[in-house]
């Protein structure tokens, strides 16, 4: 098995790369992991699925054409009985009509050869985004609830200042809090990190915060992760325009007190923990 691990932007995810082509194995596996990833990868299709007994990837870039049980028998060995892939799959084809297969169709996404290293990156981090790696307790759902002392709270706050801030008054009141300086940066970490709770800006940069909380409501691995929204603009906006569940919005707070905040954080968390 050939792994090794590199530079920042895979931020240590693990990609299992699956293809016949040597040269293909070396030059894209040295690239991946130059961006930060720890890269396994297979020559074979029987190899990937014995690789399977050792890893559990984060994304599988996987090769179509390879003799064999092929690209397509490996999609079916990892499809649940509904044909869900049990890991996100993007499928590598040198043909631009790849097929119309069920287990095409269940795959996250389709880089043709040959492809930009650039590409490639782009489709990976859009995979992790919104799918993210499935959780040890299956069907997606979520760890059991941690004591409330040392929930994970992440907080999206554009103002620097204001940020460091926050997250220094909600580990004091006890949560273990980490800050984000814009939606996409927030998103990426709720799906690396899997916050019990998020505190999000209603105006934060260039995005709403609650479009910001639809999205993560969206996100496999973040649909059940409870959002608290504030706005310190001092504008009189009603409470229920911003409190929806549907969005996972749980509490929405006038003003940016920060033990106004860590007490409608402790709410959320408390109503998430009693639909588990």
């Known amino acids: 098995m050939s792994e090794a691990a590199g530079g920042a932007t895979g931020a240590g995810r693990t990609i299992l790369l699956v293809d016949d082509d040597t040269s293909l194995l070396i030059t894209l596996g040295d690239f991946l992991r130059f961006e930060g990833y720890r890269v396994v990868t297979a020559e074979d299709a029987e190899t990937g699925l014995a690789r399977l007994a050792q890893i559990e990837p984060d994304v599988i870039i996987l090769d179509m054409s390879m003799p064999g049980m092929g ?8 499809a649940d009985r509904g044909g869900k892939l ?6 590598l084809t040198a043909r631009r009509a790849p097929g119309d297969a069920p287990e095409l169709a269940a795959a996250d ?34 760890a059991p609830a ?22 220094a ?4 009141a006890g949560f273990a809090a980490e800050g984000a300086a814009n939606g996409p940066a927030l998103l990426e970490q709720a799906v690396l990190e899997r ?71 402790r709410e959320a968390l408390g109503g998430a923990d009693a639909e588990r």
Request: proline share 8%; charged share 25%.
């Open 71 to 78: 690209g397509l028998g490996f999609l079916r060995a990892i």
């Open 86 to 91: 049990r890991y996100p799959v993007l499928v």
């Open 195 to 265: 916050p019990d709770a998020i505190l999000l800006k209603l105006a934060f940069g260039t995005m709403q915060g609650d479009a910001v909380a639809a999205m993560a409501r969206n996100m496999a691995s973040t649909r059940g992760v409870p959002v608290v929204l504030y706005d310190d603009s001092g504008a009189q906006v009603p409470e229920g325009r911003y409190a929806d569940p549907a969005l996972g919005i749980r509490r929405f707070v006038r003003g940016a007190d920060p033990a106004a905040l860590a007490a409608a954080l």
């Open 169 to 172: 008054a909600l580990r004091q």
């Open 109 to 142: 996404g389709y880089v043709f050869k040959p492809c930009e290293p650039q590409e490639l990156l782009n489709e990976i981090q859009r995979v992790l985004l919104t799918r993210g790696r499935p959780s040890g307790n299956g069907g997606g759902e979520r």
């Open 146 to 167: 941690r004591p409330a002392a040392g929930r994970r709270v992440l907080v999206g706050e554009d103002d620097p200042a204001r940020r460091e801030r926050l997250v």
